[in-house]
């Protein structure tokens, strides 16, 4: 039976990049029968990686089938996952998020969990000697990977292995990190065809702090005027998502990644309340600038306070 390998809901170019390069692993090095699959449309950056490198679409899935064997990649949340992911047979977890508890597996399994700040960096590393096989495109996953998850070394996740490894692919690819990078954040900052419910689950994960749900959204951009340009509409439309997703509230950070700053859109009083408590933010209006706020995983996860 084939071996699904996916990341997580909402597919970020680490959930789109890193089940291709480990399915490219375990096919041509382990001699095992794997796909990588995804559980949603990619991203504008993921979706661009995929032209780049000329790779395909791994095909979407909705839920697992029961026994189906699967390798978890960038997650370990239950609620990340598809619905039935219990009753499938886990083989196998590699992430670089902190452990949520609720994944039952049917017996032993590999775990690697790292603090780094990408998937693939992981994966690099657990190919050993036989990282060098990868041919152009998957080298180009994965530093694709490594440089968005990274936000080209500007992010806090950054570890010196991450760059280490991002600047050895791109020396063997013989990229230009930065005009790279630079058409990566062009692409994720083009969301013009997106509606709003679109562009706040993009990149989304769900959190509950002290018994409130929150749908945590970050949108990364090298253009934040154009979403901040939707405030309003935007507005409207968390209450919306909200009420569809079963939690109490969305949060919507539009990250700046040129100025290395967050724009937290402030709807009510008790997003007010989050932003004061979470980041000693004084807010007046209906959004608040959070300066050097860029990761959800390290600075707005663990901060949350309602």
Known sequence: MTTLVFGHKSPDTDSTGSPILWSWYLNEIKGEQTEPVLLGEPNTEAAFMLENWDLPKPRIIEDVTADTPVVIVDTNNPAELPASINDADIRAIID?????????????????????????????????????????????????????DTLEFRSPTTTAHDRAVAEKLAAELELDISAYAADMFAAKSDVSSFSDAELIRMDSKEYEVDGTKFRVSVLETTAPGVVLDRKASLATSMVDVAAED??????????????????????????????????????????????????????????LKV
């Open 96 to 148: 670089h998020h902190k452990l949520v508890g609720g994944l039952e597996t049917k017996g032993p399994i590999d775990i690697t969990v790292r603090p780094l700040a990408c998937t693939a960096t992981i994966m690099v590393d657990l190919m050993g000697d036989d990282a060098a096989k990868m041919p152009d495109a998957i080298k180009g996953a994965a530093l694709t990977c490594i440089l968005s």
């Open 246 to 303: 079963g939690v109490d509230q969305v949060l919507l950070f539009v990250v700046d990644i040129l100025n290395e700053e967050a724009t937290l859109l402030v709807p009510n009083d008790l997003v007010k309340s989050v932003a004061e408590k979470s980041f000693g933010a004084a807010v007046d209006g209906d959004a608040v600038v959070l300066p050097g706020i860029m990761s959800r995983k390290k600075q707005i996860i663990p901060n």
